[in-house]
C-alpha cells in the first residue's frame, strides 16, 4: 500500500500530449491517412456533446462521445472529453487503453512520454488491473532513461499488484529481470555485487508471499544461488514452508472464484458470496498480513465496482489497520466514483475528512452531491444529511455558552440542513420512516443543547403527527419535558393525557408515566381521576385482548380439528387401502386357482364341431363312450330352432365339449372320430383349447394402472392442435416416445384432442399438471384438459360416431358430468315438421316443439320421420350428418358454433368451430363477413336458414 499518495493526486497535467501542432509534424502517410477520412460531422458531435452535458453521469454516451471524437481526430476536443470522463467517473480499462495508445502515438520527447505515464496514472487510480500496471512499468522501462524514475515505477507495481496470488509474479520477475540486465551492464565489480545482492532480496521477499507459482519460484531461488555460489540462510526454508502451507489453505477459495476473474462483461452477482467468504476468511486466519488482505480486496473490486458494501467493507478494514491520511482519503474517493448512490460511503468520508481536519472538503462534498441528487433511496439520503448534521454538531464547544456569533451560525446551519433533509426525503420518499429519525435527533438537539423550548415542542409534535401510534415517540417528547432544560408540567401532563388515548402498541408504558407524575406532584383528586379513566382504558385494552385470544384460539381449534379430521380421514382412507388390497388378494389368489383349474379341466375336455344340430347329448355320449370313461356332456342349444321330441327343447348348435376322466380319453377320441361320418355328417374332434383370458391380462401396458399416455381435449382453436405445439408444451415434462393428434377424416384438420406417449409415468404425472391451463396457442379464454390415459376404459365405450360423421379413430374418455354419446345405430329425436303451420314461420318454439318447416307444407299433414325429413331437402340431410358428428364428438363446452355459409356450400372442410355465448335460439348474425350462425348444444340444436326462417329444431 505504499506510494499512495500517487494515486490521490486529482491535479489535471499541465501538459498537453496532444496538440494542433502535433498533426504538422505527423509523416506524410498521417497526412494521406487524414485526407481519406470520412468529412466530419461537426453537428453530430456537438448533439452529442450536448447530451453528454445534460447526463454527465452516463458513461456509455460518454464512450460514444470519444469514438467519434477518434473518429473525427479532434485532439483537443478528444482530450477534454477524457478528462472530463475521468474527473467525473472510474475509467473504463478500454478507455485507458485507447487514451494511452493516443498519447503513446506521438510521444516523441521527454516531457510527452512523462505525459503518457500520467494518463497511466489516471487509468490506474482507480483499480489495480495487474496487465496495466505491467505495461506501466515496461513504458517506463523503454522510454524513460532514468533508473530512479524506474526503481520507483517498479516499487509501486510491485506495491499494487506484487501480492496477487496468482498473476503478481510477473511484477516480481519484471523487476528482476530489469535489475539482471542492469547488472550485466554494470562495470565495476562493487556495483555488480551490489545489484547482484538486490535481486537475491528480491527473491527472498517474494518468497514470503503465498502464489501459485511459489514452488517454482523455490526452484529458480535456488539456481540463482547455485549460480552465484551462495547457500541459502537459515530463515529461507522457513519461509518457503510458511507461504507453501498459506497457500494451501488458499487454494481452495482461489479455485472458487478463479472464473470471476476472467474479466467476462457480465459477471453473475451472485457469484460475490464466494468473494465474500474469502474475504471472511482472510480477516479470521491472515489478519496479520493486511496488505494481502487488502490485495484480495482489490481483486473483487474489479470484478465488483459498484457494490458498495464490498467497498464500505473495505474502508472499515483500512480505517481500522491502517488509519494513513493519504490512503484513507484516497479510498473514500474511489469509492465514492464507483458508487456515487451511497450515502454511507458518503457519511464515512465525512468523518474521516472531520478527523484529519479537512473541513472545507467537508463542505464542498456536501454541496456537490446536494447539488448533484446523485443518492438513491432514503436511507442513503438519511445518512448523508446526519452525518453532515453530526459533523456541524461536533463543531460546537462543548459545555460552554452557544450565544456566540460562531455558534448561531452552526446551529442555523443545522437547522437549514435539517429543514433541506425533511423536504427532501418527503418530497422524494412520501411513505419513508427516515424524516423521524431526524426529527428525534433535532428535537434532542433543540431542548438540550440550545434550550430552545419553541423549536423543540414544534419538531416533536409534527412527529406526533406522524407517528401518533408509537409509544416510543410518546416517550420521547415525556422525556424532554420532564429532564431536559425545557421541561414544563403543563405541557407534560397534555402529553400524558393525549398519549393514553393515541397509543396503540404499548399504551401501559405511557399510563405508568402518568400514574407516576401524579404520585410525585398531582393533588388526590388527580390521582384517583388518572387512576379512574386509566382503569376503563384498561379494562377496554383487557377485553380487546380477551377478543383477540378468542380469536386465536378459536383459530387455533379449528386448525386442530381440521388436522384431526384430516388425520382420521387419512386413517380411513389407509384402512380401505388395506382392506381393498387385501380383498384384490383375495379375489386375485381365486382368479388363480380358477385359471389353474381351468387349465387343467381342458387337458380333459374334447370339442366336436360339425354335429347334426338335432342330435342329443345322450347320442354324442354313445358316440364317445369307447374312448374312456366320460364325466359330462356339454352341447351349445339354439334356442330359436326346436326339436320334435324328447326332454331337449332345443337343438344344438353343432358343436360341443366332451369332458373325460382321464387326459388319454381325449386323444383316443380324436384319433377315433376325427373326420368320420356321424349321421352322414362329417365330425372334427380336437382338444379344447384353454379359456381366452381378458383384454387388461393380454395387454397389462394398456390397463389404465400401467399406461404412460396422457389424453389431452378441448383444444381451441383446433387447429393448434398440432404435434409441434404439444411437443413444446410437453417437452419440460419429460422424454416423449409418440405424439397422436387426432384429425377428422373429412376436412384433415385436428379435432382439438390427442395422445401423447412418454417413456415412463414420471412424464404423465408431471403432463397432468398442466391440466386446466392456458397454452400460448390456445385462444385467450381456453383452457385445455390433461388427464391420464384409460385404454380399458375406451374399449368399452358404448359409442362410436354415425356411419356419415367424420369422427376419428381414437375415443377420448367418458366425463360422468357430460351426457352420453350416442351410438352407432341411435340416432337423435326426430326432426319433427309443425301441424298447421304456413311455411316461412318466424316464431321460436318452445323447448321439445316441432320447428318451423323451411318449405311450405299443406295443413293438417302429420310428424314425418328422420328419413322422411332427410329426403325433403339435401341441405337438411347435411345438417343432420352434422349433428350427428357434433353430439358424438362430445364438446366439453355445452354451446358451439359453426358457420352455417361453408356448410351449405358442402365445403365441410372449410367449416370452423367457434366458441359461442349461450344463447335462447340464435346468435347475432354478422353480416358484414356474410356468415350465418348454427348453434348447438348437447341435448337440442336450432337451424337456421340464410333468410334467417327456422329450418329444423331437435330435443334429444
Known sequence: MSDNEDRMEEEQPKSDPIDAS????????????????????????????????????????HAEYIEELRKAREFTRLRTAREDLFSRLPLPKEQSLQWIEDESSIASSLEEKKAVMKVYEKALYDFDHVDLWLAYANYIITEIDDKDIITEALNRTLAHVGRHATKGHAAWDLYRSWRKSCMEEATEEREKNELKSRVTSLYRSQLLIPSSHHAQLCDEFSAWLSQNNEKEVK??????????????????????????????????????????????????????????????????????????????????????????????????????????????????????????????????????????????GDTEWSAYFSAYIDYLRRKLPRGEDLTSSTSAEVIERMRTVYNDAITTLTSFYPQSNEPASLMKYMTRFEAYHVKDAEKSRKIYEELLTKEGGVASTWLLAIEIETHSPIAETKPLMSLLKRGSTFVRDDPQTIWNHWLVRERLEGTLQDWRNASETIGKKRDELNRQYIISALKVEGAARAKKEKKEKKNKEEKERKKRKIEEREEQKKEETQVKKRKQNESELHELTAFITGLPHAMKPEEVEQLFVPFGEIKEVRLMRDKDKLLTSGKHLYQNKGFGYIEFEQESSVQASITGLHETLVQGKKVKVTKARAPTSTLRERHPERDSQHSNTVFISQVHPSSACTEDNLRKLFGGCGDIKHV?????????????????????????????????????FCDPESRIRIAKSDPSRAQNLNSVPAKNSSAGTAVPPPDPNEPAPLMRNQRPRSLMLPKGKAAGATQRPKLGLAAAAATQKKEGEGNKSNEDFRNFDPTVSLYWNILRLDLATRFENKWEVMTLSAITRAEIEKCQIMRGSKMDGYNPIDSSQGQEWIVFDFYRAIFWSSDRKLIAYTDR
Request: negative net charge; contains cysteine.
Open 235 to 376: 530463515g529461507d526454508q522457513k519461509d518457503k514452508d510458511k507461504a507453501t502451507e498459506r497457500w494451501k489453505q488458499m487454494q481452495s477459495h482461489e479455485s472458487l472464484i478463479a472464473d470471476t476473474e476472467e474479466e467476462q462483461e457480465d459477471v453473475e452477482y451472485a457469484k460475490v458470496s464466494e468473494w465474500l467468504q474469502y474475504l471472511d476468511w482472510a480477516e479470521k486466519y491472515l489478519f496479520q498480513d493486511i496488505q494481502l488482505i487488502t490485495s484480495l480486496f482489490e481483486r473483487a473490486l474489479i470484478i465488483y465496482p459498484t457494490y458498495a458494501d464490498l467497498w464500505i467493507r473495505y474502508i472499515d478494514l483500512v480505517i481500522r489497520s491502517l488509519s494513513v491520511e493519504d490512503v484513507v482519503l484516497t479510498l473514500h474517493r474511489r469509492a465514492m466514483r464507483s458508487c456515487p448512490w451511497s450515502g454511507v460511503i458518503v457519511a464515512s468520508y465525512f468523518r474521516s475528512l472531520e478527523e484529519f481536519k479537512k473541513e472545507q472538503e467537508i463542505e464542498d462534498t456536501y454541496n456537490k452531491i446536494y447539488q448533484s441528487v446523485s443518492l438513491s
Open 740 to 776: 397422436r393428434v387426432v384429425f377428422d377424416r373429412v376436412t384433415k384438420q385436428p379435432k382439438g384432442f390427442a395422445f401423447v406417449d412418454f417413456e415412463n409415468e414420471e412424464g404423465v404425472k408431471e403432463a397432468v399438471r398442466l391440466n386446466d391451463t392456458q397454452p400460448e
Open 22 to 61: 502535433s498533426d504538422d509534424d505527423s509523416s506524410s502517410s498521417d497526412s494521406d491517412d487524414d485526407q481519406a477520412q470520412e468529412p466530419v460531422d461537426d453537428g453530430k458531435l456537438d448533439r452529442i456533446e450536448l447530451r453528454v452535458q445534460a447526463n454527465p453521469s452516463d458513461i456509455t454516451l
